[in-house]
């Protein structure tokens, strides 16, 4: 199961990647393939709803979302959670919080 990654970084220090980072090996150690956004880094002169695309392009291609704390705070993640929740991809981020398996999702 491909999982997208998704949370809060402008305004955080160093973007939030530790988070990110974080998360990828908690989800990797799972079993899970993941898409971290903390591992693209966009110069120059990207507008944020360029970035916004290629974002929903790569969750587009996962399975599943899993959202970072203060996601319901930032603009990128709400738009991430609204395709997410539009495009039928499932949430593993409960899964997670209450300590459940991997085999568990796939039950």
């Given at each position: 199961m491909k999982v997208f990654i998704s949370g809060p970084m402008r305004g955080y220090p160093n973007d939030n990647v530790d988070a990110f980072f974080e998360a990828e090996k908690k989800l990797e150690d799972a079993g899970f393939e993941?898409?971290?956004?903390?591992?693209?880094r966009f110069e120059g002169k990207w507008e944020r709803r360029d970035i916004w695309r290629v974002d929903l392009a790569a969750l587009d291609i996962c399975d599943a979302i899993y959202q970072l704390p203060g996601w319901n705070d930032a603009d990128g993640a709400l738009v991430e959670a609204a395709y997410?929740?539009?495009?039928?991809?499932?949430n593993v981020t409960r899964f997670f919080d209450e300590g459940a398996a991997h085999s568990k999702l796939e039950e």
């Open positions: 993941t898409f971290n956004p903390a591992r693209m997410a929740l539009m495009k039928d991809k499932a």
